[in-house]
């Protein structure tokens, strides 16, 4: 085996913040920081004899991984296999000609697209973070913020969800107000709208428990997300005990104050359903999360 210095990564960034105090009275302040970064990161060159590296790579009947590709953002994020699309996005169905095919699909089918493809790329747009803070007299409120724009990420919860029946699209109702757990022929199925193989438009249900099976052993480009996220990271509100109440205690206390905290109360928004992209870290693949965990909580400060 023989290592090489095999590649060259080139990152270039800027960041931008502002802050300050947004109202002052005697009783009352308002002050927020904002903050926003973009990092350019590219690969510039790789050893001589390659002009892509792999980077991993996960499979569930058809590859999907992450490939770090020469002159472009380490992280390009790849699919062996997807329901078929025509330039337009519409699916591309095949019509079902076995009476097998029509009892498990309906009319029509998904098409297998098993060319691999670029799909996206794991580097955010933008990433940032905001802060506000009200004082009123005694009372303080204070709430921190971060979010992260653009990125992709594959997940195996909505995979699996999915599959297995437990999402919550796999139990609702379609177009003919049935849910599309109850078969075609009784108005149920999922409501899918495409082209036929020859580009003729197709309206038709395909039963739901087969679709979603389909979709999640075949269908890699439903499972990838947009990493975007808003999340309330912090908030506390705090009670200043009175100075002339301080002081009449006579134990040499200068000051105390008492406030509740909160630590990731609030996922404000995410482009991503069924799981938190702001705990994935660093992974293109969010691998079945354990629930982000919140915590509460009371804290004491006295100063002598």
């Known amino acids: 085996m023989r290592q090489v210095n095999a590649g060259l990564v080139r990152n270039r960034g800027i960041e931008f913040e502002i802050g300050g105090d947004i109202i002052r009275t005697r009783d009352f302040t308002w002050d927020a920081d904002f903050n926003i970064a973009k990092n350019v990161n590219t690969l510039v060159e790789l050893h001589p004899e390659q002009k892509q590296y792999f980077l991993r790579y ?29 330039d337009e996005g519409q699916y591309v169905l095949r019509a079902t000609t076995s009476a097998a095919q029509k009892q498990n699909f309906g009319d029509y089918m ?21 802060s506000t803070g009200f004082r009123y007299k005694t009372w303080s409120l204070n709430m921190s913020f971060d979010y992260t724009i653009g990125g992709d990420i594959f997940s195996w919860t909505n995979l699996w969800m999915q599959g297995s029946g437990l999402a919550a699209e796999t139990a609702e109702f379609n177009d003919n ?18 082209v036929d193989e020859s580009g ?9 428990w087969r679709w979603y099976q389909y ?37 040499g206390l200068n000051s105390a104050s008492v406030s509740f905290v909160a630590s990731n109360p609030w996922l404000i928004y995410s482009a991503c359903p069924n799981f938190d992209p702001s705990e994935a870290g660093s992974n293109y693949l969010e691998g079945g999360q354990t629930p982000a965990s919140r915590t509460f909580g009371l804290t004491f400060r006295c100063m002598f």
């Open 58 to 86: 996960d499979k569930f009947n058809y590859e999907f991984g992450m490939y770090s590709i020469e002159g472009e953002p380490v992280g390009v994020l790849y699919t062996g296999g997807r329901f078929k699309r025509n």
């Open 110 to 130: 998904p098409i297998i697209d098993t060319e691999e493809k670029v799909v996206g790329n794991f580097q955010p747009d933008f990433t940032g973070g905001f």
């Open 177 to 194: 107000g049935i849910n599309v757990r109850e078969p075609v022929a009784k108005g149920g199925g999922v409501h899918v709208v495409g």
């Open 200 to 208: 003729n438009p197709v309206d038709t249900h395909i039963q739901s």
């Open 215 to 251: 979709k999640s052993n075949y269908d890699n480009d439903g499972v990838l997300y947009k990493r975007t996220y808003l999340k309330m990271r912090e908030l506390s509100l705090t009670y200043a005990l009175p100075r002339k109440f301080v002081n009449s205690l006579g134990i």
